[in-house]
């Protein structure tokens, strides 16, 4: 787990032969690195992740065999069921905002991307990686103003160095509720939920109507009981403390739950609270689990391009789109002050901040994809006026493909930091399950202490790959030590793989259509082609 604070006709041929150098540049790089990268492989191994973060009772389709049921008593001493969910990173904490966070971003990749993941034959594996997260958060959600936010305490679990299999830490069990109030973490998982319902609208509707059920009954809890949860629950602030507020979990679910279910109720809410909230006022450079600012910017941005929109919600709606203007020419370095921009490695990564960095990265590729998708949409006059030049769909989504095409190696040093993936990977993720001999080959209980005696500081690669797990990369001179002491770069999170799901999907498709300049048109499942359950184009 990461414990992270917030310290955010001629125009279309030029656009063209600029996302040509950003290609070009990106193939010299993959070749530089060995051969193109294999979007395909990435996509399946990206899916293994989630597989290994399980935390539960492992189904019999389990494709991850070092891994084996744990937590099977957690909320036994609250009363409630809460086995499931996944670890959010390298330890066993489960902690609610990230987890959330990582199935809106699973199920926004198949609501762009869907018939791509299907047309890699990986959509049921998609479909089971954000189902194991649903069906803990309907667990979780016990009452219509209650939902369990957290099991474990992270404080204690990193006192130990343990398979999950093993666990002696405490599995305590925390929650929000109308007392003890959390509108973050109820607002995020609410956009979990409702953003899995569409997903799920065509292989399972009953499912989907009770994913959207549960997601209306939270964010009428979490509008209803404003708070902070990391001031109900204590014992997060360490680790995923709510450094942005509630207000961005507010905006950002009543704008799924809107694409959701078409009720005009829910973008009123969000035009009528821009001000207030901050939606129209935060100038953001980055996008997380914490800041959800610029995924609210461009989600409204959306509802403006495609017109589905009243008159009267134009206005606002302009000034969304600004501020999403503003996070892509950050990621574009092309807004007037340097510090209004987001800095690069010398190997053209993005960089936001040490701890983690890649979490910014992939967030970054993801949303300048969807956006560039988005203007190609709505029109070919449609660009992104920066203050050191217009940015038009095609440079955009060259810059998003670059940003992939380094994860997988195209970078300095030629190691992907998708591990599993390529000739050359992180081998030492600090990881507690990969980094102990499997529970299946080796049941003899091994200690909190004794974990860290024997494994820990081992200098020899881990017993097991992590496979599909994105780590936390490089600093902002591109060095990487792969060193599982190294927690900053080599711990992984479920949420910096989770944008990529969709990402590698449709960059494979591109790659095979030998049409790597054009900008990526959303290719959902058919079902999903239509989202709103009134029968009204999804907003």
């Known amino acids: 787990m990461i414990m992270r604070m917030r310290s955010g006709a001629a125009a279309w041929v030029l656009g ?11 193939e010299a790089a993959s070749s530089a690195a060995g051969a193109p990268h294999d979007y395909e ?10 597989e290994a973060q399980r935390s539960g009772r492992l189904p019999h389709g389990q494709r991850v065999a070092w891994r084996d049921h744990s937590g099977l008593t957690d909320g036994l001493e609250q009363g409630v069921d809460l086995v499931g969910g996944y670890y959010d990173a390298g ?4 902690f609610g905002l990230p987890m959330a966070f990582t199935v809106t971003m699973l199920s926004w990749s198949l609501l762009e991307y869907g018939g791509d993941v299907a047309a890699s034959g990986e959509l049921a594996h998609a479909l089971e990686s954000i189902k194991w997260g649903t069906d803990y958060f309907i667990k979780a959600h016990t009452q219509p103003d209650e939902l369990w936010a ?17 666990m002696t830490t405490s599995r305590q069990a925390y929650k929000v509720d109308r007392e003890r109030p959390g509108s973050d973490v109820a607002g995020e998982t609410a956009a979990a939920l409702a953003a899995a319902s569409m997903a799920f609208r065509e292989t399972n509707p009953h499912y989907a109507h009770l994913l959207l059920h549960h997601a209306q009954q939270l964010f009428e809890f979490a509008d209803k009981y404003r708070g902070k949860y990391d001031s109900s629950i204590a014992e997060v602030k360490s680790y995923y ?9 507010l905006l950002w679910a009543a704008l799924w739950l809107h694409r959701a279910t078409g009720r005009a109720a829910y973008l009123d809410y969000v035009v009528d609270n821009a001000h207030e909230f901050g939606g129209t006022g935060w100038a953001i450079t980055e996008f997380s689990w914490d800041v959800k600012y610029a995924g609210v910017q461009l989600l409204a941005t959306r509802l403006l391009l495609s017109g589905d929109h009243s008159e009267r919600h134009r206005a606002t709606l302009e000034l969304y789109r600004a501020k999403a203007e503003h996070y892509v020419c950050a990621n574009m370095g092309k807004n007037a002050a340097a510090e209004d921009n987001v800095e690069r490695s010398p190997g053209g990564m993005l960089y936001v901040r040490q701890w983690n960095n890649m979490q910014y990265v992939t967030s970054a590729a993801f949303l300048l994809s969807v956006y560039s998708g988005y203007l190609k949409d709505a029109g070919a006059g449609e660009r992104v006026a920066c203050a050191a030049g217009d940015v038009g769909a095609e440079e955009m989504f060259g810059h ?23 000739a050359k990977f992180p081998a030492r993720v600090h990881h507690r399950a990969a980094s102990i001999v499997p529970y299946k080959d080796r049941k003899e209980f091994i200690g909190c202490a004794q974990g860290f005696d024997d494994w820990f500081g081992r200098k020899s690669a881990n017993p097991n790959v992590v496979v599909g797990a994105i780590v936390g990369g490089p600093d902002r001179r591109d060095r990487f030590k792969d060193d599982r002491v190294n927690y900053m770069q080599t711990e992984a999170c479920t949420y910096n793989t989770a944008p990529m799901v969709g990402m590698f999907a449709m960059l494979n498709r591109v790659a095979r259509e030998h049409g790597p300049i054009s900008a990526p048109t959303p290719t959902t499942v058919t079902s999903q082609r239509q989202e709103s359950s009134t029968g009204t184009a999804a907003a």
């Open 16 to 26: 063209l032969a600029v996302a040509a150098v950003f290609f070009l540049a990106s």
């Open 41 to 50: 492989e990435a996509l399946r191994k990206s899916l293994l992740y989630f």
């Open 91 to 94: 330890d066993h904490v489960k």
């Open 150 to 166: 957290e099991v474990g305490d992270g404080d204690t679990d990193h006192y130990c160095w343990q398979r999950p299999e093993d």
């Open 241 to 249: 403390a709510s450094v942005s507020g509630y207000h961005d979990e």
């Open 400 to 422: 998003a493909r670059a940003q992939v095409d380094y994860v997988l190696g195209s970078n300095p040093r030629g190691i992907s930091y998708l591990v599993g993936f390529g």
